[in-house]
């Protein structure tokens, strides 16, 4: 991969899909993982003047806010945050009744999108996702959370090339080093809780197939169940005749 033509291309990609929208720049969650700084180093490009990285810790481990703040401070990124916790609670409180773990961890991401798009529409900004083709391809990520967003310019690389593209950028070793986690709750990583790596995810995105034969169907089972995540909901068209 030639990562600097590559890092180019998305880079005027990011700035005339915002012209087309005839908006004025870009908002998008900083985590303090990977996927996000780089985000974060491409929209910077794009919009140097006009980027704004949002933190919005939900429960979160302090230590993420540190690791998104090093990334934004290198990176000359304006931040804002936006402490979700207690709206959260409070959201869970209302809800009421006994709380499913799994649920309740999914309203995190839904509501840091609902928050992006306040910010979006105030500031004339398109709100920008950070999901790579290695979770798009399994399903690993929340349906209208972290999903919802305007455009998505790493979306058509596997885990991999963003390790790449992140070097390329110089985004932290801190950050290019810890494993990768949606940080929904302690000590949650993305491998363990696919139950595969990412290299082997990566090998059977761009291979086909892997000799691991049980990754292999874990990697299919999931990519078929979570199919509807990556459409539009289907419609119901009556015969109006
Ligand atoms: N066949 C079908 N047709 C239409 N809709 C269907 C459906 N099956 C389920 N659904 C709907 O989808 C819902 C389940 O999907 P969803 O709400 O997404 O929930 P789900 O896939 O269970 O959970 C999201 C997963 O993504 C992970 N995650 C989240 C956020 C960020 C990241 C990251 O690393 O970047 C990872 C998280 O740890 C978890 O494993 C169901 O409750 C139902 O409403
Ligand atoms: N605490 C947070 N503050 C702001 N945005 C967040 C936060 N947590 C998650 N997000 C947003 O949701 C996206 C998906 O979350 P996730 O934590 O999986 O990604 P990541 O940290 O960028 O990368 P990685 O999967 O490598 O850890 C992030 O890229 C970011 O845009």
Redesign the pocket.
Known sequence: MNVEKITQEIVEWISGKVKEANCKGVV????????????GALCKRAFPETSL??????E?DPS??ED?RLVGGELGISLEK?D?TATYSTLLESIGGEVSAQSASNI??RL?MTT?YYYAQKKGYLV?????KS?ITVG???KH??SGVDILPIADLV?RE?FELARHLGINRKIIE???????WEGQT?EDEMGFSYKSLDSYIEQGSIDDSESQSKIERMNRCSQHKREFPPIFKPNKL
């Not at 998008?28 to 985000?39: E, L, T």
């Not at 990285?53 to 939900?58: A, D, K, Q, R």
Request: some cysteine; charged content about 20%; glycine content about 14%.
């Open positions: 998008f969650g900083m985590s303090g993982g990977i996927d996000s700084a780089v985000v990285g949002i933190i919005m810790p939900c979160s993420d806010e998104a936006v979700l995190k991401p840091r992006l920008v996702g950070s999901s790579n979770e690993y990520f929340t959370g972290d885990k963003v810890k494993s990768p986690s949606a940080g929904l993305d």
